[in-house]
């Protein structure tokens, strides 16, 4: 990406007009998927310190499921635990 991104600006003169994602190291070490674990007779995922990850909750004008496009279940984890 920074290579596409460098040929742009310098070798073909171009302002990008995209969002540039800072993919550097972050601060709060973030988990990656691979720390998470799956408890199958939960249903659900557990996180590193070992809390369960709630099903993401919106409130919608009218019911939908929590259910992507791809058929994926979200999960969210909660600063509040």
């Not at 995209?18 to 674990?37: G, L, N, Q, T, Y």
Request: glycine share 4%; net charge positive.
């Amino acid at each position: 990406m920074a290579e596409n991104l460098a040929w742009l600006v310098h070798d073909r003169g171009i302002e990008p007009h995209i969002p540039v994602f800072d993919k550097s190291p972050r601060r709060d070490e973030p988990h990656e998927r691979a720390d998470f674990s799956f408890d199958h007779n939960a249903d659900a995922y557990i996180c590193p310190a070992g809390k369960q990850l709630r099903q993401r909750q919106k409130a919608y004008r009218t019911p939908r499921p929590l259910v992507d496009e791809n058929g994926m279940l979200r999960y969210r984890a909660s600063k509040l635990d």
